[in-house]
């Protein structure tokens, strides 16, 4: 709880029973409150003593020889000490045994080196001569057995460490058995049961390396086997060896301060990681020690402590105070450091003691202080003489002190401190104490003659105690007269009036001021010995060590029982006993802290309802789902805790206080609880966690516990004194000046107590007592909720302040009706307004902060603002509050919009401060320098100057060119306009000094358009024409090149001119040529490229001219005027250029005229003259019908013409599709028609599409065919399809002799046939008689030459039948049937009747036919069998039909038909 109490250092001198010896050595043992001490007498020679913790002296532990001790060391774990001394003698004194061991004589010098190992099994010394020799020792520190190790080092030893052993893996997994909770594991790493159980073996092996430093300045390292190697030598002797275990890492520092870190590997050998000289005085006996792992603190016997931070490579010094008390020139001898409590002491020549805490909090905040900044100075403690060793040592954390004459020792002892009746009492030093009487706001010192545990304080006496004496100071005026002084041995004492009371077994006296006993209040066996009291108002409160309490009226002559004796653990089952017990100025509450079993404080605050006998409970823990059973006794607690509190979680309450006239009003102070680290609760601690709150809460019967206020505890306060209203007290860290009164309000009394006003007494001062009852009863009703009670308890106060305070009130409450209202009755018109302002805010916190602003509250201003996310005006505030860093932190991280706005501000703000420099980078961040940097640095020219040059930026140039222009200095001008690429003003000054040459080359070579200008208006001034019109022509000043091409007659270069210049520019120009009467064509020409058209045709055609006309026309479109088109074309067809006409005519959709003239002089229609005919169908200027018409006349006009793709495209867009047909079908597009077809689904053009096809060569092509049949089928045209078939077939005899195909073909012509509906039906009878015959006839043919293999007789007779046949000629050809016989009988060989048939057939079949029937072979056989030569007729040129191709068309053609 070293974080809320303030301490003092109680001083205990040794008890030496030689009181002539002067100490030279002290040693702590590092964990028992055993301290050794060596010392040096002129009679007697040395001994050896060890005193406890208050400096009592152990009689059997005392060592005397008649020669000097040279050096001490204490067992890690064990109360053994090993004593050298400077004979060579090495004592052991076992102070548990009581019993003294000497060590086998080895030595015959001073012992200078005497050291245990890290485990303690062994022991090394050595002495001047450079002996040294390893003992193992027993647990009572005997030696066993020889010595483990003997060596002759040929120097004297100076320095020994050892190196600890790695841990071993029994170490490591006991380690990991600990941390997960396993009792036996805990015990063995337990330091208090060090010692009892078996000693923990660190690692496999014994550890027993080390290093030896020789005077010679090498260091040795002895290794586990005894082998001794040489690992660095040093320049001077070693002064200090130390071995940071965790790196492996040996530091050396020599006598002049050179130190070296050596990195040591597990062989030990050793290499050097680095060297550098440490400052200071050499030649002094420095004190060196190695704080948390990377810090050398060096004492020189300088006035500073020395660091140096291996870790960071930075050194810096610590010295003392003058304002703490110390010296001026004090120096520092020693220094020693307490890792536990994070002191570090220095002993001084002037006998004080300097401490320095080292900083509190998180690792990572601790990194980012400065070395200096973390470590803060206390108030000494002051000892007389020369302060030459110091040592903090054992569990207990104690501090001896070697003053030369004799040693002290220092043990920390809680501050006593007590605030009641307006009285405040604190101890400054153990016997110095500090009394204000805030009533006439007066201090005084007071002094006491003993050692004090306790005080308490009346307006009319404070009084002392430490449990052995009580000492009572009474109060008259400014003096303080001790008032009785007596033997009590009372733990506790409270006072009432001229009453003291103390407490003995099972009662508490009733005393006077001498201690006279005057009354006593019994307490039964049951009830306990009291151990608490607690007074307030006229109540005495008493807790028992058996956890009753009692409450005792004083307001009469003698005490009376108020409330009975209350069992706590029946009140509160489970909980504990009682640590502390106080009651309110009624006596109707109490409240109590409550011991755990392991004596901490628990995180709960107990309340009790006297009247009501009514229990509450306040817990700090926010409840985490476990709700706590109800008590088995009848009544219900009523838990409350800091559930809603997030930063008063993980906290407990260290002191509580009621108010001594207000029993409404309770407060307590909370501080965070120590060595309970929740996994989760590593990550909640942060930075922002305060270590001290104090709570303030409203108790009362009907609302129960309210918290009324909590604010983390000043920095520079160190605890609660109390309570009473209007203000808190507190006692003020030593030493801590006000720091610039930061909390608002604060009064400082004092040096060691302050008050600060509470939150709803703030700006009211000391009020009178209906002011203050006012102001607690508004204070409780707004806790409470109660907005409209609270109103009414300060309706009637008319102090401004406390509506001010109301309206505060309000800011953290974000009720701003009722801030209205409070600003109206303190009559703050700009906070009003500027509320009004605000509520078009939409959020509230963030009119509420505009309150807060107001109100002055600016740190609630700025936290609404970062709450509601509003940082544009966050930004704003922190402008207004000069609070400039912040306002740039905000602005780049959440208000980039505006970041350039605040740089700008910040740079006025800067430039108003005199801070040039910086206002100059900001300026240049907000991209404002081009004008603010000249303005601010106008009355430093050469600053200017160098920024000007430096900037390189070409607006500054061009500013600074400006500058010396002003000041006549052309030159220098020049050379900045140059840099800055400013033409026209180099040329104007080259101009203004004569110079027009110089510019005429500028303005050329840059094209700038203002510098063209400029020098054309000196040319003009100068007469010279041609160059004025050159320059006004680069500057693109047109009109006034043209202007001076008008006056100087320069025609050619005004007709360029006006081309390049505007249609304005254009028209005058043209009206300047036509006014002249010549080169009209110009005038014409101008007038249309200013769009001038109609005023352009007119001239045109006056002056008829005919290519100026052509290209107006191009430019005509239908956005011209119609009687202007109407116009032009007239006149081109009166001049027959008919297609420029027709386009004008289409322009100005005039169709029809177009159309006529289209036909009058035969036009041919071209593409786009047809689409431009087309009216889109959308289009308003025809109707649907009269559309129609116009494509129709269009298409027919394409047939006349020839033009049939056109007319079928016309056409169909007239929606006419027969038309449309019949013109592709003059088109002869096959591929057209077909999908053409396809697409128009009508039956007569399906029809017209077939018929067409058929007109082609549709045997050579299968497709053509398959489109036939499928339109004859989808034109339901099946007549016409039956012909197509009989037409197949037809071709299938003629072309192939295939009667079988043709058959096929035929049969599906039935089918067809059948199936048509015809007109007449006779007809359509006879056809399909006709069909059928010749099937017939087909049939028996193809059967006659089927059978002729097997039966030729037969087939030749079925043959000879068919020529008789009547209609045989409509069916089968003859020639086949007679070439048929032919063959047959040249191949039976009766060549007579091959010849009659062959001369029938020369009569039926033409004579060029003969071959297709019969072969030239066959011929030649039958004129040969008959003898008779063969005729010339028979021969003709032969010519096959159907070659191969022919071959595969027939038979695809024949498939065709057999399956249409």
Sequence with gaps: VTASIMAVYVDHRTEAPDSVASPSHIAWHPLHPLLAVASISTASGGCVDIYLEQGEHVSDAHVERSFQVASLSWHPSRPILAAGWETGEV?????????????????????????????????????????????????????????????????????????????????VQLAKAAVGGDEKALDMFNWRKAGTGTPLKMGLQEGLSFFIALTDGSVHYVSEKGKTRHVLSTDSLVQKLLFMEERDVLVVITENLQLSLHAITREGEAEELMKVKLSGKIGHSADIILIDHSLVVTALGETVIRFWDLDRDENYVLSPDVQFGFEGGECINCVSYCSAKGLLAAGTNKGRIAMWRKAAGSDQSIRALEGKEKWKLQAPTELEGNVIQIKWGSRKNLLAVNIISSVVILSEQAMSSHFHQQVAVVQVSPNLFNVTFFSTGTTHSLRVDMNVNGVFTTKDAVVFWNGKQVTVFECSGDAFRSAGSFLCDSPVLSVHGENLYTVEPYRVQVRTWQGTVKQLLVFSEAEGNPCLLDVCGNFLA??????????????????????????????????????????????????????????????????????????????????????????????????????????????????????????????????????????????????????????????????????????????????????????????????????????????????????????????????DKTTRDAMLNFSFYLTAGDMDEAFKSIKLIKSEAVWESMARMCVKTQRLDVAKICLGNMGHARGAKALREAEQEPEQEARVAVLAIQLGMLEDAERLYKACKRYDLLNKFYQASNQWQKAIETAEAHDRVHLRTTYYNYAKHLEATGEHSLALTHYEKSDTHRFEVPRMLSEDLQALENYVNKMKDKSLWKWWAQYLESQSDMESALKYYALAQDYFSLVRVHCFQGNVQKAAEIANETGNWAASYHLARQYESQDEIKQAVHFYTRAQAFNNAIRLCKENNLDDQLMNLALLSSPEDMIEAACYYEEKGEQMDRAVMLYHKAGHFSKALELAFATQQFGALQLIAEDLDEHSDPALLARCSDFFIEHAQYEKAMELLLTAKKYREALQLCLKQNLTITEEMAEKMTVSKDSKDLSEESRRELLEQIADCCMRQGNYHMATKKYT????????????????????????????????????????????????????????????????????????????????????????????????????????????????????????????????????????????????????????????????????????????????????????????????????????????????????????????????????????????????????????
């Excluded at 548990?96 to 030595?107: D, S």
């Design 91 to 171: 004592v052991i004194l076992n102070k548990q045994e009581k019993e003294h061991h000497a060590v086998p004589p080895n030595h015959n010098a001073k012992i200078t080196v005497l050291n245990w190992s890290t485990n303690g099994t062994c022991l090394v010394s050595g002495d001047r001569h450079g002996v040294l020799v390893l003992w193992r020792m027993d647990q009572r520190g005997r030696v066993q057995g020889p010595a483990l190790l003997k060596q002759e080092c040929g120097k004297c030893l100076s320095h020994c460490v050892f190196r600890p052993p790695p841990p071993g893996e029994d170490f």
């Design 1213 to 1460: 867009q007239a929606g006419n599709k027969l038309k449309a047909m019949r013109a592709l079908l003059k088109s002869g597009d096959t591929e057209k028609i077909v999908f053409f077809a396809g697409v128009s689904r009508q039956r007569e053009i399906y029809i017209m599409a077939a018929n067409y096809l058929q007109s082609l060569d549709w045997c050579k092509d299968p497709e053509i065919m398959k489109n036939i049949i499928s339109f004859y089928t989808k034109g339901r045209a099946l007549d016409l399809l039956a012909g197509f078939y009989e037409a197949c077939a037809q071709v299938e005899i003629d072309e192939y002799q295939n009667y079988e195909k043709a058959q096929g073909a035929l049969t599906e012509a039935c089918k067809c046939l059948s199936k048509a509906k015809t007109r007449s039906p006779l007809e359509q009878e006879s056809k399909l008689a006709l069909l059928q015959s010749k099937m017939t006839l087909i049939k028996r043919f193809i059967h006659a030459r089927r059978v002729y293999s097997e039966d030729p007789k037969e087939a030749v007779r079925q043959c000879e039948l068919l020529l008789a046949e009547q209609d045989f000629d409509n069916a089968i050809r003859h020639g086949d049937v007679l070439g048929f016989l032919v063959e047959h009988y040249v191949q039976v060989e009766d060549f007579r009747m091959a010849h009659r048939y062959l001369e029938e057939m020369q009569k039926r079949v033409p004579p060029t036919s003969l071959s297709y029937y019969v072969t030239q072979q066959t011929i030649e056989a039958v004129h040969r069998g008959a003898g008779i030569p063969v005729s010339r007729t028979l021969v003709p040129e032969q010519i096959r039909h159907g070659s191969e191709e022919n071959k595969e068309v027939e038979d695809d053609v024949a498939d065709e038909v057999e399956d249409p």
């Design 542 to 767: 008493v807790g028992t060590d058996l956890a009753h309490f009692k409450i005792f009226d004083l307001s009469r002559r003698e005490a009376k029982v108020h409330c009975n004796s209350k069992n706590f653990s029946e009140l509160f089952p489970g909980l504990g006993g009682i640590a502390s017990v106080k009651c309110n100025a009624n006596g109707n509450k109490v409240s109590i802290l409550v011991s755990k079993a392991d004596g901490n404080i628990d995180s709960k605050i107990c309340f009790y309802d006297v009247e009501m006998d009514k229990v509450t409970l306040f817990d700090f823990k926010a409840e985490q789902g476990n709700g706590r059973e109800k008590p088995s006794s009848g009544q219900g607690i009523d838990n409350r805790s800091a559930v809603d509190y997030p930063e008063l979680h993980s906290h407990i309450p260290a002191c509580h206080f009621w108010d001594q006239s207000e029993p409404r009003l309770f407060v307590c102070e909370a501080i965070l609880e120590t060595g309970l680290q929740y996994p989760d609760q590593k990550k909640k601690q942060t930075e922002s966690t305060m270590d001290v709150w104090i709570i303030s809460f409203f108790s009362t019967e009907e609302h129960g516990l309210l918290l009324q206020d909590s604010f983390p505890l000043p920095s520079s306060y160190q605890v609660l004194l109390g309570i009473e209203v209007p203000h808190y007290y507190f006692a003020k860290k030593p030493g801590e000046a006000e720091k610039g009164q930061a909390e608002s309000g604060s009064i400082k009394v004092s040096q060691m107590v302050a008050r600060r006003p509470m939150r709803d007494f703030i700006g009211l001062g000391d009020c």
